[in-house]
């Protein structure tokens, strides 16, 4: 149940305070680059890292993985990358509507 506050819920609510933010501080953008900007930083943060961890798990030796530590590791990663897409979708759908609504 948490990883899926941590993994949605959370990163909804930072995509709505900031997309609220810079269509107050930046009127004159498009609400387009508003929605964007506002649903990629957490989204790009995790995946990232989920490209590290799967990227360190392939290229480590099979001598220091252990037994299947590392093919857990890169199916985690993968799963989270997943779930961090959903939720990018979520986010940018959750920011066009409240940018949408909101008066200019």
């Known amino acids: 149940m948490l990883e899926v506050l941590i993994l949605s819920v959370v990163p909804i609510a930072v995509a709505l305070v900031f997309c609220f933010v810079l269509i107050r501080v930046r009127p004159a953008w498009a609400r387009w680059r508003a929605v964007l900007l506002a649903a990629l930083p957490v989204r790009t943060l995790l995946l990232g890292f989920?490209?590290?961890?799967?990227?360190?798990?392939?290229?480590?030796?099979q001598q220091h993985c252990g037994t299947d530590a590392c093919g857990?590791?890169?199916?985690?990663?993968?799963?989270?990358?997943?779930?961090?897409l959903c939720s990018l979708l979520l986010s940018l759908m959750a920011a066009a509507v409240l940018a949408w609504r909101l008066p200019r």
């Open 50 to 61: 989920c490209v590290f961890v799967f990227t360190d798990a392939a290229t480590t030796p």
């Open 72 to 84: 857990m590791a890169m199916v985690a990663a993968m799963f989270i990358g997943a779930a961090a």
